[in-house]
């Protein structure tokens, strides 16, 4: 499986799971946002595009971070007990 | 079902599946530790750039009130489910059994 494949359907499933609790949490008011600081393009008319990239950015750098240090350090994954 | 629960709920899937389900185990690992490390301090200094600047703003029944950062304690379990969960879920997929597969 190609890397940008096998990133895409990690962030899908991460997706499913991350966003009902956000929606949830932005439907409830958890959470709100100033609307002049942000872009206007909203899901469900309340779900700023903004937020909804969060959840590709986020597990983006840290599989890039998990990358770039399994390289630098040298470990394994695989030495501990699976 | 405020926020507080959620990032507990969101905390306890992702151990359980990571353990459990997934199998990755990621959380015995070094190399996880070490990654969350560095991108830890990034998430204070972004959780701090967007309540500081009122960009993002938490109702005060949804959240039990401590913060770090500017931002509720919450997000932050609710940030570490998410990368702990994104790295299982990746290095089970890097398993060379399953990329066959594809």
């Known amino acids: 499986m190609g890397k940008l494949r096998q990133f895409l359907l990690v962030d899908a499933l991460i997706m499913i799971l991350y966003l009902g609790w956000d929606i949830w949490a932005v439907f409830k008011k958890s959470w709100y946002f100033d609307e002049n600081q942000i872009i206007g393009w909203q899901l469900f008319d309340r779900l700023p595009i903004e937020e909804i990239l969060f959840f590709v950015i986020v597990p983006l750098m840290g599989i890039l971070t998990y990358s770039a240090l399994l390289k630098l350090t040298g470990w394994s994954t695989k030495d501990e007990a699976r | ?102």
């Not at chain 2, 994104?86 to 060379?96: A, I, M, V």
């Open chain 2, 1 to 102: 079902m405020i926020y507080s629960d959620i990032a507990l709920d969101a905390v306890m899937v992702a151990v359980l599946l990571d353990l459990f389900i997934v199998r990755s185990k990621m959380m015995t690992r070094g190399i996880f530790w070490l990654t969350y490390t560095l991108i830890f301090p990034f998430q204070l200094l972004t959780n701090w750039w967007l309540t500081a600047n009122k960009i993002v703003m938490y109702s005060d029944a949804e959240i039990i009130g401590r913060r770090l950062a500017g931002a509720p304690v919450e997000d932050l379990l609710f940030g570490f489910s998410l990368i702990l969960l994104t790295l299982s879920l990746w290095e089970f997929f890097n398993q060379k059994e399953f990329s066959k597969q594809f």
